[in-house]
């Protein structure tokens, strides 16, 4: 048989709905019997296109044919497997809301209800009439439709005037191999036509609520929901259990139904190749093939069971889901499970554990929908974003500090988080989907109509009239797809991002400032903003897409995989595919090497550290921007930055190799150990003596003697260079502290304890590794555990077995044991504490616009710790908040503030090298933090409205007049930008009769109005 599946409109709103119906003979089918499905059919779960990145892109609908299998994806595509003779499985691009399968062909019904069909077509069955359906179902060799108007009309081979139907009007039709049956509109009565040599024609009286067709049997569910079947019954296929169901279909000498007490299938007939053998769990629809049966379960996958001779009975996975947020990108994979990667600077902000049917990421929050409908979150819970209600919801978005929810129910939207602009007062009533913007939620109710809630301050919130069926929320402007496949945007335009173009469209997502959407022949185009390349989509078809702030994600339809493109500054921990043997971590990098001894890094490149030599390499160790590896010849090469030798080779023959900040240590083959590079602190200077191991530090190295022992040398400037007695199996340097490996696998730490990097947990290790203020090991298990400083999640090792860990400076990297690497923490932005501006910059020559006032700030000093690479500035990348807290005190101070104890504000850990500067920042009143000032944002773009108050205040500009910018009106900023204007620092965007307030600033851009500033406060004191 075969099942056909459609989404409709029902009293519960848009529904997958799946009726089965079946077949006979040689082919198997299903018909989707339109508004009768709506009574007798499960309601699969609703159609959440408008939240793409966030729902799961499994399956909506399950068709069964002779040979082969058909599923409708939630993203309205089809896909079929099994045999693929005369091209069966093998169906037409773009999108549809019902597919039906029969013996050698299939057909779906497309969204403006025409009918289209594919496969064996010799007899004319894949040949349909024009007009509109709102039911198809595939015969043996022909096939019928309910027309909209509730008449039924065939096509095919019509011998027994098996392609004849009556006259009349009918609310659900099923075809059989050679014979079909069709509830009446009137009285729901069966009648049935065709082949009539088993009595399967010969329909009992009484009103039916579905109605399926077998091979020469037929069988329906009565209005009180037990099954009634006629025809054939030499298997038993004619005899059905007893009880209520809500489904049934016929295949070929055996039928299946769906229980309507608890979701489970039974199945009755012939016992051959187990196709009447259902498994376990609960299902929203089953299709009976002719020697296989399908089942679509609760959490949108498919699942066959019997013959498997052609891959019937082998469907694809569920296609992951995907969603891109500010910090972190998510995918939630055919098995459920979660992988994320991520910009991770906010403790705990990590994928949890278990399996889940939707995963949306937002600016510094991660939250699950689970498989059972229970919600869980991770990250910064400041306003309670973390703090998900209780209870079953069927949907979930995630925006910038907000989350919201669609009750399993009721499907009325709960939403919990930050709440200052009104985006969680969601609206009473149903929806069918929603999304969540950054300040504001859009949903779509029962009836199309899109309802948005929230920041209103560009229109984002006020939705256009007319009916949709996705919706997107951006930053400051939403988009919607209308129901003829066309995008419509509203709310902030300045850099096109509303502008949406022509053409079909089957979803689509919206940024910070631009938006994307994914046309119906599957390729991506996006429009708006473009700084850090978002608008720059990879070739090729994707069936589902998700934009982040600065970036975004989409799905390739051929395989699954995910292509992301934007703004993705080191890498942002994402550790390449592939098997490895062991791993190094650095200071904003990872080096690993491969099972086949070559050597592969990622993450910070400024002096070529990641770029490694070609070559088979035993060893690879990674120092602050510099690297060196040990080949299976014994020699060492070492590459990067050079600036006291360390990315020198040594000459000679070696054992093992060590990288410390700026220094390496070497074992030798005669187990004595050279040094080489930065010596300052005596750290390149080994005592003699024999080791069989080494380890380097910031300032330190330590080595293991030949009798076990551990001798340090360099600076002790914490204690880490104080090893205690006793043997060792081998020991690891840290930043200020070091840790060893006892004789019976114990760790023992000694040096620092800022941040508990030496209170090592009891139990057997098998290795252990020491970063800048934490440190990891390996236990005897293979679980890893990390303890220490975790202010960028670096100590929240995932769970599993691994072979080896590396700890670096604000992130660790481990080999799993089947040879994966997996990061999790932080690599800083390039550029970090230590890597000074050099002179001049390769990147702005003396055209550009601000190429003086950007000097002029290099000379000054105010841009060491900055910069963006070796001799590089990076003009036109946005700004982060943190780094205008830097160059805004070195100007109005001259000099760097002192370290800190502790940050006012809960998102600054007071152990990065740039806090002072935001607690100076805040404590001359330039800045009262964001959102409600418990927080700083300090990786949130600087916009150029913050900017103006930010200089308004550090200079005390005085007040003036409206500059009669048209876009700036009721902004909170808008006092601060008319000084700006009336001090001459700006002169707006564009022709000038706007100022862009939303707009990210660029460094080039804050480095210009810093200059501007400064001369006009010259000016003043002259005067």
């Known amino acids: 048989m075969w099942t056909s599946c459609r989404a409709g409109s029902t009293a519960e709103g848009s529904r997958l709905l799946c009726v089965a119906v079946v077949w006979a003979v040689v082919a198997v089918g299903v018909a989707a019997a339109a508004t009768a499905a709506a009574a007798a059919a499960p309601a699969v779960q609703a159609d959440a296109a408008a939240v793409q990145a966030d729902a799961a892109a499994g399956y909506g609908g399950v068709a069964a044919g002779w040979d082969f299998g058909c599923g409708l994806r939630s993203d309205g595509t089809i896909e079929c497997w099994g045999n693929d003779a005369d091209g069966r499985t093998t169906p037409p691009e773009g999108t549809f809301k019902a597919v039906t399968a029969g013996g050698g062909h299939a057909c779906g019904t497309r969204t403006d209800n025409t009918v289209e069909c594919w496969g064996r077509g010799g007899s004319g069955e894949t040949t349909p009439p024009e007009g509109a359906f709102q039911a198809v179902t595939g015969g043996g060799f022909h096939t019928c439709g309910l027309r909209s108007d509730g008449t039924i009309a065939c096509w095919g081979y019509d011998s027994n005037d098996r392609a004849t139907p009556p006259e009349g009007t009918f609310r659900a039709v099923a075809a059989g191999a050679d014979h079909n049956c069709a509830i009446r509109s009137g009285d729901n009565t069966v009648e049935c036509w065709g082949n009539n040599d088993e009595g399967q024609v010969d329909a009992p009286e009484g009103a039916f609520k579905t109605v399926t067709t077998g091979l020469s049997f037929s069988c329906g569910i009565r209005t009180d929901d037990t099954v009634e079947c006629w025809g054939l019954d030499n298997n038993g296929q004619g005899s059905p259990p007893a009880g209520t169901f809500k489904a049934v279909t016929g295949g070929g000498v055996h039928a299946c139904g769906l229980r309507s007490t608890d979701s489970t299938i039974e199945c009755w007939g012939h016992p051959g190749h187990h196709a009447a053998s259902p498994p376990a769990g609960t299902f929203e629809a089953v299709a009976a093939g002719g020697n296989h049966s399908c089942g679509l379960r609760t959490d949108g996958t498919i699942e066959c069971w019997g013959h498997n001779s052609d891959d019937q009975a082998t469907p694809p996975a569920a296609l992951p889901a995907v969603s891109a947020g500010g910090h972190s990108s998510c995918i939630v994979r055919s098995d459920g499970a979660v992988e994320c990667w991520a910009y991770d600077r906010v403790p705990g902000l990590q994928a949890p554990e278990g399996t889940f049917q939707a995963f949306s990421a937002g600016w510094e929050l991660l939250c699950g929908l689970r498989s059972d409908g229970t919600i869980v979150c991770r990250g910064n819970n400041a306003d309670g974003q973390v703090d998900a209600p209780a209870g079953a919801f069927r949907a979930l978005t995630t925006g910038d500090s907000h989350s919201c929810a669609l009750r399993s129910t009721d499907d009325t939207a709960e939403c919990w988080g930050i709440n200052d602009d009104g985006q969680l007062d969601a609206p009473a009533g149903a929806f069918k989907a929603v999304d969540a913007g950054a300040f504001h939620t859009c949903g779509i109710r029962t009836d199309d109509t899109v309802e948005c809630w929230g920041n209103d301050a560009y229109g984002q919130a006020s939705a256009p009239a007319g009916a949709f069926r996705a919706v997107a929320a951006g930053a400051f402007h939403s988009c919607g797809i209308r129901t003829d496949d066309t995008v419509e945007c509203w709310g902030y335009d300045a850099y096109g991002q509303v502008s949406a173009p022509a053409g079909a469209f089957r979803a689509t997502g919206a940024g910070a400032f631009h938006s994307c959407g994914i046309r119906t022949d599957g390729t991506v185009e996006c429009w708006g903003h473009n700084t850090n390349g978002q608008l720059d989509a990879p070739e090729?078809?994707?069936?589902?897409?998700?934009?982040?702030?600065?970036?975004?994600?989409?799905?390739?339809?051929?395989?699954?995989?995910?292509?992301?493109?934007?703004?993705?500054?080191?890498?942002?921990?994402?550790?390449?595919?592939?098997?490895?043997?062991?791993?190094?971590?650095?200071?904003?990098?990872?080096?690993?090497?491969?099972?086949?001894?070559?050597?592969?890094?990622?993450?910070?490149?400024?002096?070529?550290?990641?770029?490694?030599?070609?070559?088979?390499?035993?060893?690879?160790?990674?120092?602050?921007?510099?690297?060196?590896?040990?080949?299976?010849?014994?020699?060492?090469?070492?590459?990067?930055?050079s600036g006291s030798g360390q990315g020198t080779d040594p000459p000679g023959r070696f054992r093992a190799v060590a990288s410390g900040a700026s220094h390496n240590c070497a074992v030798r083959d005669d187990l004595t150990i050279?040094?080489?590079?930065?010596?300052?602190?005596?750290?390149?200077?080994?005592?003699?003596?024999?080791?069989?191991?080494?380890?380097?530090?910031?300032?330190?190295?330590?080595?293991?003697?030949?009798d076990n022992t551990v001798a340090c040398w360099g600076s002790n400037s914490s204690g880490q260079s104080d090893a205690p007695g006793g043997g060792f199996r081998a020991v690891a340097a840290g930043s200020f502290h070091t840790c060893g490996l006892g004789g019976d696998g114990a760790v023992s730490c000694w040096g620092s304890n800022a941040s508990g990097q030496i209170d090592a947990p009891p139990g057997a290790f098998l290795a252990v590794s020491a970063g800048t203020a934490h440190s990891c090991g390996v236990r005897a298990d293979r679980t890893v555990v990390c303890w220490g400083h975790n202010g960028f999640g670096q100590i929240d090792a995932p769970s599993g077995a691994f072979l080896a860990v590396s700890a670096g400076r604000n992130h660790s990297c481990g080999v799993r044991v089947d040879g994966t690497v997996?990061?999790?923490?932080?690599?800083?932005?390039?550029?970090?504490?230590?890597?000074?501006?050099?002179?001049?910059?390769?990147?702005?020559?003396?055209?550009?616009?601000?190429?003086?006032?950007?000097?002029?700030?290099?000379?000054?000093?105010?841009?060491?710790?900055?910069?963006?690479?070796?001799?590089?500035?990076?003009?036109g990348d946005p700004i982060p908040r943190w780094m205008v807290a830097v160059w805004m005190v070195?100007?109005?101070?001259?000099?760097?503030?002192?370290?800190?104890?502790?940050?006012?504000?809960?998102?600054?850990?007071?152990?990065?090298?740039?806090?002072?500067?935001?607690?100076?920042?805040?404590?001359?009143?330039?800045?009262?933090?964001?959102?409600?000032?418990?927080?700083f944002c300090p990786d949130h773009s600087t916009s150029r409205a913050e900017m103006a108050t930010f200089l308004t205040r550090a200079f005390s500009l005085s007040e003036a007049e409206p500059a009669g910018f048209d876009d700036i009106a009721g902004s909170v900023h808008e006092d601060a930008i008319n000084r700006l204007a009336a001090a001459g620092i700006t002169s707006g965007c564009g022709d000038g009769t706007s100022f862009c307030p939303l707009r990210p600033v660029s460094r080039s851009e804050m480095a210009a109005f810093l200059g501007r500033a400064l001369q006009h406060l010259a000016t003043q004191r002259q005067t």
């Open 674 to 706: 050279v040094c080489w590079g930065f010596n300052g602190s005596g750290q390149s200077t080994p005592p003699e003596g024999t080791f069989r191991a080494v380890t380097a530090g910031t300032s330190h190295s330590c080595g293991v003697r030949a």
């Open 890 to 935: 070195r100007i109005v101070d001259g000099a760097d503030p002192d370290p800190v104890q502790q940050s006012r504000f809960a998102d600054v850990d007071a152990a990065v090298w740039w806090a002072p500067h935001v607690e100076r920042l805040a404590g001359l009143g330039i800045t009262a933090g964001c959102r409600d000032g418990t927080v």
């Open 540 to 641: 090729g078809a994707f069936t589902a897409i998700a934009a982040g702030p600065f970036h975004n994600c989409a799905m390739r339809s051929s395989d699954g995989t995910v292509e992301c493109w934007g703004f993705n500054p080191n890498g942002r921990t994402d550790a390449p595919e592939g098997a490895f043997t062991a791993i190094a971590a650095a200071q904003r990098r990872s080096c690993g090497l491969r099972t086949g001894g070559t050597i592969e890094c990622w993450g910070g490149n400024d002096y070529g550290q990641s770029d490694p030599p070609d070559g088979v390499f035993r060893a690879v160790a990674t120092g602050r921007f510099h690297s060196c590896a040990l080949g299976i010849d014994s020699a060492i090469r070492c590459w990067g930055f």
């Open 822 to 875: 997996e990061c999790w923490g932080w690599i800083s932005p390039a550029g970090a504490a230590g890597s000074g501006a050099g002179a001049g910059f390769v990147d702005v020559d003396d055209t550009h616009f601000a190429f003086d006032q950007i000097e002029a700030l290099r000379v000054a000093g105010t841009l060491v710790g900055t910069g963006c690479g070796p001799q590089m500035f990076c003009p």
